[in-house]
Structures are given as structure tokens and as C-alpha cells.
């Protein structure tokens, strides 16, 4: 993931495979799961560098939610 600079924190772009399964576990569980979807093994490895507060404020973005639902209609054949 890329790095930035913002203040004193550095800021971790999210990877096409964070999303993914950071999508893939609120479609298993649930908005509001974080806990559940990082310890989920299906979603560990993809979402390692990330914790509870990452994930809630990815949500948060509200473009993101859009996102979600567009990656919901274009996967669900996955999830059948």
C-alpha cells in the first residue's frame, strides 16, 4: 500500500485485496462486525495491517458505501 504523509500520521492506502475483503466480511457478517470480519481466517491475511477503527472509518466514506453496493450487484453470483 502507498504511504502519505499527513501531520505526524502516516496514512496506508487500502489495497485492491483490503477492499475486497473488507467487502467480502461485511457481506458475511454485517455492517458494524469489525472484530468478526478481522478475526474471520477467510479475511486475516488480506486485512493484517488493518484493526476495528480502520475498518469503521472505511466505511464511514460515504463514497465507499456506494462502492460496496456496485461490488454487492457485480459479485453475486459469488455469494449464491
Same mark, same amino acid.
Given at each position: 500500500? /502507498?504511504?502519505?504523509?499527513?501531520? /505526524?500520521?502516516?496514512?496506508? @492506502? #487500502?489495497? =485492491?485485496?483490503?477492499?475486497?475483503? @473488507?467487502?467480502?466480511?461485511? &457481506? ?6 469489525? &472484530? !468478526? ?5 477467510? $479475511?486475516?491475511?488480506?486485512? !493484517?495491517? &488493518? ?6 472509518? *472505511?466505511? *464511514?466514506? !460515504?463514497? =465507499?458505501?456506494?462502492? $460496496?453496493? !456496485? #461490488? ?6 459469488? $455469494?449464491?
Amino acid at each position: 500500500a /502507498k504511504l502519505e504523509h499527513k501531520g /505526524k500520521r502516516m496514512r496506508h @492506502f #487500502w489495497t =485492491f485485496g483490503e477492499e475486497d475483503a @473488507f467487502m467480502r466480511g461485511i &457481506r458475511k457478517y454485517g455492517y458494524g462486525q469489525w &472484530r !468478526a470480519i478481522l478475526d474471520d481466517p477467510l $479475511f486475516a491475511n488480506d486485512l !493484517a495491517y &488493518r484493526d476495528n477503527v480502520n475498518l469503521k472509518d *472505511k466505511w *464511514k466514506t !460515504a463514497s =465507499f458505501q456506494k462502492t $460496496f453496493d !456496485a #461490488w454487492q450487484k457485480t459479485n453475486e453470483e459469488r $455469494f449464491v
